[in-house]
Each structure stands twice: as C-alpha cells, then as structure tokens.
C-alpha cells in the first residue's frame, strides 16, 4: 500500500524566509504526487501536481516542487513566505497502476502546519 | 460561484441519533468523493462514486450510507451516531476516476457528536 511521509507536523519560518516542506512516498512505481493547502475552515486546494513531464513543477501562489525518483520524494519551496502561507500542507499521492474500475484513491500525508512569523 | 458546495456547514447531534450532510458539484465533473478528517488533521476517503456508481468504499461502517442521485450530488448518511464519528467530513470532486485528476474540495462540515 502507498504511503506519504511529511517530515515535521509544523514549520516556522520569517516572512521573506524559505519555505521548505518535506514528502516521501513509498512506492515501487513512482505515483502521482500532489500538493494541497488548507487555509483554516476551508477545503483543500490544489497547489500543484506531478504527472510525468518535468521534474520540477510549478504551482500557485510561487509555490514549486521537485520530483526526485532517487530520493523517493517531492519536497515543496517558496523562496519568500508571506503572511498569507501560513496555512496546513498536505502531500498525497495517486496509485500510477490503479486505473480503470479501482477509481481515483488519493493517500495522504500527515500535513505540515506552516506559521509565518513578521 | 461555489465549485463543490456541501451543507451544513456544522452538525452538533447526540449520540445515536441520524443525520444526513449534502453535497453538490457545478463542475460536470464524473467522479464524486468523501473524505474523512480527523481532529488530528488525518486525511482519510471514506467512498467514491463516479456517473452515480459506488467505486470505492474504503472499510466505513454499514452506518454510514452514500447515495448518489445524480452526477453532481453526493448525500451521505449516518445512522447511529458515535463519539468516533466527531470529525470534518470533506466532499470532494474529480473530472474522472484517472488517478492523475486533482480533487476539489468542499469547504467541509464539521460533525461533533456529543
């Protein structure tokens, strides 16, 4: 079964600092690999995805994500936090050989907690 | 316009009694989902349904019961509410069951049984 890995529950960081969220996955196959951000009482958004074309994705907000298959991870940056980052970060993965009648099934990680300090 | 709109938005109920949350996509997406946070932030899919057909039921109790009149809804239903079940419940859509399509999310309800 896949699994996701978040390496650290919260992160704090300076406004105008890196942001650097960790994800592993565990899979023979490289799945597909997404980012998702949950701002406090809302739903989960889509930051970026990974499918097959180029290793370093670019997302919304100056968010990117680099797919390293050696490392067996997908760790998200920003180069400069601003306030409004400080939100939940989810990394989930989607089965690459699960098509057809076994449906859409996305694995999340454990999410990271971004806090953006002035 | 709200892409996946689910109500309500907060449940409070006793143990034991039944309810009922609802959800509705205007994407004319095919697949619908619900998904499970727990008060720890867990991420979990309870079930999915694409063109109204149950693909995936992902070990919930029989208390819990989707149902899927058409392509843009997606009803869930408990009956015999627990404690356990205090949670945000999370309804979600994707253009189509391929394991590469984003989900969109709805802005969730918070159940909190007491």
């Known amino acids: 079964a896949q699994s996701v890995t978040q390496l650290g529950s919260h992160v704090s960081v300076s406004e105008g600092a890196l942001v650097l969220l960790r994800c592993n996955y565990s899979?023979?196959?490289?799945?597909?690999l997404f980012w998702y951000v949950q701002y406090p009482n809302q739903g989960l958004q889509l930051l970026l995805k990974?499918?097959?074309?180029?290793?370093l994705v670019k997302g919304i907000n100056g968010f990117e994500a680099e797919f390293k298959k050696s490392e067996t991870s997908f760790h998200l940056t920003k180069p400069s936090a601003h306030m409004s980052d400080a939100a939940e970060y989810f990394c989930?993965?989607?089965?690459?050989?699960?098509?057809?009648?076994?449906?859409?099934?996305?694995?999340f990680g454990g999410g990271t907690r971004v806090l953006v300090k002035p | 316009d709200t892409a996946v709109s689910q109500t309500p938005k907060y449940l409070v109920t006793q143990m034991g009694n039944d309810k009922s949350i609802k959800c509705e996509q205007n994407l004319g997406h095919d697949t619908m989902y619900w998904y499970k946070q727990d008060s720890k932030k867990f991420l979990k899919i309870m079930f999915s349904?694409?063109?109204?057909?149950?693909?995936i039921n992902e070990t919930v109790p029989n208390r819990f019961s989707p149902k899927s009149p058409d392509k843009a809804h997606l009803n869930l239903h408990i009956n015999s509410l627990e404690l356990g079940d205090s949670a945000v419940y999370f309804c979600?859509?994707?253009?189509?069951?391929?394991?590469?399509?984003?989900?969109?999310f709805g802005n969730g309800t918070r159940l909190t049984v007491t």
């Open positions: 899979s023979s196959v490289p799945p597909y």
């Open positions: 979600a859509s994707s253009q189509d069951m391929h394991p590469s399509a984003p989900l969109h």
């Open positions: 989930a993965v989607s089965d690459r050989i699960l098509l057809g009648a076994a449906g859409n099934k996305l694995t």
């Open positions: 349904y694409n063109n109204k057909e149950l693909i």
């Open positions: 990974y499918t097959s074309a180029a290793t």
